[in-house]
């Protein structure tokens, strides 16, 4: 089990790159990479699923632990 | 058993005839001269469980028509003229998304508001062309108020079938004429409903034609789940702009009314004395009646005339046409304007006979005397 | 658990058309978890969109979906209520099809009073055309027929509904994700007919045309623009300036149009 609270999958191919979840992210858990967004701070997730609710491109999915 | 007879209005047959057919929906808007329908249904349609609503302007009772539909209710919209042009843009969706329903135009003159209270026939080919793009069209003309009652019937027996509008169009003068009227039992009139899906929910595609071209409809509110729109489709009903997907379907939708089998079907026509006839004259609704009287006239003067009246408009019938302009030397064609159903009867004729031409855009009727004196200037 | 969209979605849709950072996204999500929360049997919900970007809603969302004609939805929604009054009726659509094309269906669909929800996604603009004012274009702003700033004033949708007498009123923003399936959920729960207004973003057609340099500034305009209806109520006219009330505005009780229909059955049976 692990100590984070939550794995983010981000589904790639839905991803068009707005960055609306990594601006919004309270724990900058999310960043950009060109024109996709990626995981770069797992263990600062606080599980808050703001990024999830805020995709618009069903790209981001937050699995609570 | 004698059979129930009534002195009955045009308009009022119409509402009759609709509900014989199992109408369980109206979607209207007040017209002259076709608000009687709307105002006899308003009374029966709730004593059967059916639905009545006047709705905000003519477009949107076009709309409530076809979503009514889609619910699996027998629906039904009447106007006239001014009112049928707004309703085009929706006549084109039912087209495309195959939904089937009545449109009544009871006619009066135009352009625009023209003259409310007169009678017309110039929406012929407005019900052929109103609606853009490529389609089929289903359109009769009946001539007598017992007529509007099976025509009704009948109208709604093509939409069920051919899965489609159908428009039925009748001039102010048989509208509002009043004549006697035998009804017909239960179960005298053919009555069709629409062909119920086989497959299985998860397989359903509402335009799938591998069975049939006419592919069956399932309700909302049913087993079913599907989408509809107005965009060009594939099978499943999700939009397409694959190029042989989207001429297939077009071609579909024509042929399903077109070819030969559902053409003889679909058109139903009377002749009167066209057996022997060298002079026919082709004529619909109030004005064939004034054919018929000139017809007999014309006999009793020795010259052999004939009535072709058309009560399917579209498809035009083509081939009888063809066949009558190779007998005659002329076919007369008359009608309140200025030469509509005209250009069809050129189209087919060919120049295998004369085609001279009556119209009247006055508000009156053509007479008799019109249209003996013409015939008797083309032999 | 990651939130289960897919069961509600039509297998192979994805991605959808709309631009990166467009609201529309948001809002089906929204859409989908309050139909979720109301418990609605698919098979038993109409979903009516009219023509635009919002409109295309219809097709992703498994449910019995008619993508109508631009502005008709409304109209054609009250067909499919009045002959099946036990389905749910969902209508979905952006502000130009709803309150220009289809402004006569939409209020007189409010003066019914008849039972659906409908959930306009204004966002100032016809995207779908390429960014054309439209009746909720800000005074002044730029569009591709407005160049020279817009002339014309806006409509108020939520007050307009509340006008023409929904029931039901609310509003919300695109931003405010957690809002917008409350409220939804509300509506559909509201007897009659309920509006929810989402403000929303179309930073290709409209944010770039005035000074929103990113989806993100537009985003951040959402947020601030917002003012819940209570701290609302603590805030003077001044305060207020420029802002836009969230949260339900208008909840009232009044006969839905297909029961007071039932009773028309009833007399006509009687008669």
Known sequence: MSSRKAEIEIIERYCKGCSICAEFCPTKVLAMDAFVVKVVDADACIACMQCELRCPDFAIKVHKN | MAKKVALLQGNDACAQGALYAGCMFFGGYPITPSTEIAEVLSIELPKRGGKFIQMEDEIGAMASVIGASLAGSKSLTASSGPGVSLKQELIGYACIAEIPCVIINVMRGGPSTGMPTGPGQSDVQQARWGTHGDHATIAVAPASVQEIFSETVRAFNLAEKYRMPVQVLYDEIVGHMRER???????????????????????????????????????????????????????????????????????????????????????????????????????????????????????????????????????FPENRIAELAKQVKAIVVAEMNLGQMLLEVERVAKGTCATPFIGRVDGEPINPGQLIAQVKEAL | MAYDYDKSLRPGKLPHIWCPGCGHGIVMKGLIRAMDTCELDRKNTAIVSGIGCASRISGYIDACTLHTAHGRAAAFATGVKMAKPEMNVIVVGGDGDGTAIGGNHFIHACRRNIDMTYVIMNNFIY?????????????????????????????????????????????????????????????????????????????????????????????????????????????????????????????????????????????????
């Open chain 3, 127 to 271: 995207g779908m055309t390429g960014g054309q004012f439209s009746p909720c274009t800000p005074t002044g702003d730029k569009a591709s027929t407005t160049v020279y700033g817009n002339p014309d004033p806006v409509f108020d949708i939520s007050k307009l509904a509340i006008g023409a007498g929904a029931t039901f009123v609310a509003r919300t923003t695109a931003f405010h994700a957690t809002q917008i399936d409350k409220l939804i959920a509300e509506g559909i729960k509201h007897k009659g007919m309920s509006i929810i207004e989402v403000i929303d973003d179309c930073p290709t057609t409209y944010g770039r045309r005035n000074q929103f340099r990113s989806v993100i500034d537009m985003m951040k305009r959402l947020k601030d623009m917002a003012v819940p209806v209570a701290a609302a109520a603590k805030m003077t006219a001044e305060q207020l300036d420029g802002k836009m009330l969230t949260g339900v505005l208008h909840k009232e009780v009044r006969p839905e149009y297909t029961e007071q229909y039932a009773k028309i059955i009833d007399l006509a049976k009687s008669a």
């Open chain 2, 181 to 315: 009227i035998e009804f017909p039992e239960a179960g005298e009139l053919e009555v069709i409903d629409r062909t119920a899906p086989t497959d299985s929910p998860e397989d359903y595609k509402p335009f799938d034609a591998s069975k049939s071209d006419v592919p069956p409809l399932a309700a909302f509110g049913s087993d079913y789940k599907f989408h509809v729109t107005g965009l060009n489709k594939a099978a499943d009903g999700f939009p397409t702009t694959k190029a042989e997907l989207v001429d297939a379907e077009e071609r579909r939708q024509i042929s399903k009314v077109e070819k030969p089998e559902a053409r003889a079907d679909i058109e139903s026509n009377e002749e009167y004395l066209t057996d022997d006839a060298e002079v026919v004259i082709f004529a619909y609704g109030s004005t064939s009646r004034s054919a018929r009287y000139a017809v007999n006239e014309l006999r009793k003067e020795g010259i052999k005339a004939g009535l072709f009246r058309p009560i399917t408009l579209w498809p």
